[in-house]
């Protein structure tokens, strides 16, 4: 009989595991948390081993809380299945039946679905027909993509500081930076909270610009009760497994008219405007496709996203309640008449002079995941190399690229979870 004393920080738990005839590894059991090997010490086989027992002790007080995690249950397996079974990988009635379904969902005339949301973003900027040397203006705040899609064309990122309370560009400033080269405005609605489309149209109207509209992050979300996608300018989705719903690797863009889409079909299809079947390529395009099984996947995320974002707002809901009184933290703005978000991240603001890395460290040590969101663009050395961007410059996005720390976030997430989160970054907050 092997004895193990299990111990960790909050209280005291004593395991005591006979060793069975099952052949996993104590290693094995280390990664996971100690609710689990409590559960399953047993089927260990410590055997004539030795144990050790720090490490073991060392595990956090109970599951591990990871950051997001896809709502996939037995719908998508078998709609992935099927397409297996089809022998039907690429190319298929899948893809159609995707960007149908996606189209109906956001309102757009035109969907094309693509690899990537940088696909995405990439093709769009193309269709605003920005050359080298052209000015786009763009947020400094966001996902690295939104600005690399204009690089990919040449094209110089203009950037201009965002709205401290929304952490979305402001018209007003962005109609300041537009000079006779601006060509084109990449606006992105971070974190699912959505743009003041009015003003944005109407500026993009007087000055002769094309707006990319960057909807990754922002799937449902809807201003004025309309859903983003459905403006008439092309709109970009993206479906990595953090996001509202998934297709593994996944794009899409949302497009006004049959001409653009398409162009953009032939673009994401190697400059081909069949399906394939030939060799004939009219442009230079790009290998952009999604294949069968990512649409299966999306065909059978779509048909529940109305569930998805009830839950999504859910949790959001429970952790505003749970910080609301808080000290030590900022939240993401709140909705209202106009502006609904559609929630794809959890993000809270640390106030100096607490330090986020600290309080990283602590949620960590407590099995709690968590992560900075999102550095300012202008910041990373791919930008401030090339560009001469400087500390400084914008001031509002760096505070929040430097204090923005996205807390666990997905439909999973159970109340006493978010407690325990809640407790931890009380806990992490602390300045000592
Ligand atoms: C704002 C924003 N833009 C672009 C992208 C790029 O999407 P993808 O990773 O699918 O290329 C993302 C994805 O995280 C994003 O959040």
Redesign the pocket.
């Known amino acids: 009989m092997t004895r193990i004393l299990v111990v960790e920080s909050l209280s005291v738990e004593a395991v005591v595991v006979t060793s069975g005839d099952a052949h996993t590894s104590p290693e094995g059991c280390e990664s996971q948390g100690v609710g689990t090997v409590r559960a399953s010490l047993t089927a260990c086989s410590l055997g004539e081993r030795s144990v050790n027992i720090r490490s073991v002790a060392r595990l956090a007080p109970s599951e591990p809380i990871g950051l997001s995690a896809p709502y996939v249950d037995e719908t998508e397996e078998a709609a992935v299945l099927e397409v297996i079974r089809s022998g039907r990988l690429a190319f298929g009635p899948m893809i159609e039946q995707f960007e149908r379904v996606l189209a109906e969902r956001v309102g757009a005339p035109y969907v094309a679905a693509l690899s990537?949301?940088?696909?995405?973003?990439h093709l769009g900027v193309k269709l605003a027909g920005i050359s080298p040397g052209d000015e786009v203006v763009t947020t400094p705040l966001?996902?690295i993509?939104?600005a690399n899609a204009i690089v990919y064309e040449g094209g110089v990122p203009v950037f201009v500081d965002v709205d401290e309370r929304t952490l979305n560009l402001d018209p007003a400033a962005v109609e300041a930076a537009i000079t006779p080269r601006t060509k084109a405005l990449v606006l992105?609605d971070?974190f699912g909270y959505p743009l003041d489309f009015d003003a944005f149209r109407d500026i993009a109207a007087r000055h002769g610009l094309a707006i990319v509209e960057?909807a990754?992050?922002a799937l449902g979300a809807t201003y004025r009760g309309q859903q983003v996608g459905s403006f008439g300018h092309p709109a970009?989705f993206?479906?990595?497994p953090?996001?509202q719903v998934t297709t593994g690797?996944?794009?899409a863009i949302a497009l006004g008219t049959e001409n653009e889409w398409a162009l953009v079909k032939s673009l994401a299809n190697q400059g081909r405007t069949d399906r394939g079947e030939t060799f004939a390529h009219e442009r230079i395009g790009y290998n952009y496709r999604l294949d069968e099984l990512s649409a299966a996947l999306g065909v059978a995320q779509l048909r529940k996203l109305d569930r998805i974002l009830a839950l999504r707002d859910e949790v959001a809901l429970r952790y505003d309640t749970l910080l609301d009184e808080v000290e030590g933290v900022r939240l993401l703005c709140p909705d209202d008449d106009v502006y609904r978000r559609s929630w794809?991240v959890y993000v809270v603001f640390v106030d100096p002079p607490v330090d986020r890395s600290t309080v990283m460290a602590r949620l960590a040590a407590e099995g709690i995941a968590s992560k900075p969101y999102l550095p300012a663009i202008h910041l990373q050395s791919a930008y401030s190399d090339r560009f001469g961007f400087r500390g400084g410059m914008f001031p509002v996005a760096e505070a929040a690229g430097a204090q923005g720390l996205a807390l666990p976030f997905h439909t999973g997430l159970s109340a006493s979870d978010q407690e325990r989160v809640v407790a931890a970054l009380i806990r992490a907050l602390r300045l000592d």
């Open positions: 990537s949301g940088t696909a995405g973003l966001s996902f993509a939104s992105v971070l960057d990754c992050e970009v993206a479906f990595y953090n996001k690797e996944g794009g794809f």
